[in-house]
Every structure is written in C-alpha cells, then in structure tokens.
T-cell receptor, first 115, second 115 residues
C-alpha cells in the first residue's frame, strides 16, 4: 500500500487565489512527521513546512499552512495568495519513528499559477 | 550559511562504467541521506549516513554504495552503470537523528545520464 498518496497530478490556479494540495498518508507508527517540499524546474527540493503527529495545532509558515486531520490521515498544504513563483512540483513526505532519517515521498502535484 | 552542495551537477556516462557523486552538507549537519528521482519510480531513498556509519539503506542493488567522511561530506558510488540508473540524485543533510522533527535540507542534485 502507498504510504503517501497525492491524488492531484496537476493543478492550474489563478494568481492571488488560494490553493490546497492534497496528501493522505498511511502508517501504524504513532510517532511520525509530515513534510512538504517544493521542487522548481531546477531540481532542488525546498523545504516548506513540517507537522508532527503529536502537534496539537496546524503548522503555518508565512503563506503556507498545513491542514492536519489526524483521524483522516490527511495533511493538505494550503498556499494563500498564490504567486507566479509558486509554479513548481510539490511533494508530501513522511518520516516514521524517531532516529530514522528516511523520508517516504508521494508522487507529487505539479502546480501551475496562471497570471 | 551555505546550503548543501553537490558535485558534479551533470554527468554523462556509458553502460558498464562507474560513477562517484559528492555531497557536502550544511555546516554542522552530521547526517547525510541520498535519494534517487526518476520519472517512473519517483523519489526513492537510497541510504543515510551519520557519523561515518550507514544507518539505513533503501531497496537498491549492491551496485549502489556510499560512504561518509569525518567532516560529514559524503560520496555515493554506482558501479556497472545501467540505462535505468539515469536519474536525478539528491543529497540531503540534517543535524542528526535527534527526533522526528529533524528537517532534511536538499542540495541541487546531480543529473546522471547513462548512454
């Protein structure tokens, strides 16, 4: 079974609108972390936001927020007031357990911002 | 603070050759992880090194190997290259396996083309 599922291969959004990128995960470990990365066409993975399984509040980082619904095992990324520079691939990733550096990635969502 | 650097950025090899890729982590980071990214398989974990020891390994053949030096710099080697090894190889560094929150920061990647 897929550990990280991103069901939106591609999305087109008008500039300045908000966008939600979906991510569901599967784990039996009570301790896990969820990450979102942005990958522009240059290839470098840019860290955006982190949410821990024990965190009581949804994470926020500037225009990025994470809609964490633990019971539904979803960790959707919300980008407010989208900009042209937000056009990129977005990956959801999970780390299970402590002391384990391995990240498991989803297949990604290609976001295109339309002027 | 300088980010993660990877050399070379681009590489062209022929089948049967071997290749060595290098990664210099962010200053102070002691954990280095390697990932392979291909259009067909997505992002896959190769291995992780901490304090010159391989702590975790992904599901790759023995042709893929790595090592870490005392200054935390890491190299990965692929022997007897196959066409399917063509990929973007990403290196990521973090402070170390101190907890689930530890964020990995990625380098720009090395694009390997095997002919």
């Amino acid at each position: 079974a897929q550990k990280i599922t991103q069901t939106q291969p591609g999305m087109f959004v008008q500039e300045k609108e908000a966008v939600t990128l979906d991510c569901t995960y599967d784990t039996s470990d009570p301790s896990y972390g969820l990450f979102w990365y942005k990958q522009p066409s240059s290839g470098e993975m840019i860290f955006l936001i982190y949410q821990g399984s024990y965190d009581q509040q949804n994470a926020t980082e500037g225009r990025y927020s994470l809609n964490f619904q633990k019971a539904r095992k979803s960790a959707n990324l919300v980008i407010s007031a989208s900009q042209l520079g937000d056009s990129a691939m977005y990956f959801c990733a999970m780390r299970e357990g402590s002391g384990n550096e391995k990240l498991t990635f989803g297949t990604g969502t290609r976001l295109t911002i339309i002027p | 603070k300088a980010g993660v650097t990877q050399t070379p950025r681009y590489l062209i090899k022929t089948r049967g050759q071997q290749v060595t890729l290098s990664c210099s982590p962010i200053s102070g980071h002691r954990s280095v992880s390697w990932y392979q990214q291909t259009p067909g398989q997505g992002l896959q974990f190769l291995f992780e090194y901490f304090s010159e020891t391989q702590r975790n390994k992904g599901n790759f053949p023995g042709r893929f190997s790595g090592r870490q030096f005392s200054n935390s710099r890491s190299e990965m080697n692929v022997s007897t290259l196959e066409l399917g090894d063509s990929a973007l190889y990403l290196c990521a560094s973090s402070l170390g396996p101190d907890g689930i929150q530890e964020t990995q920061y990625f380098g720009p990647g090395t694009r390997l083309l095997v002919l």
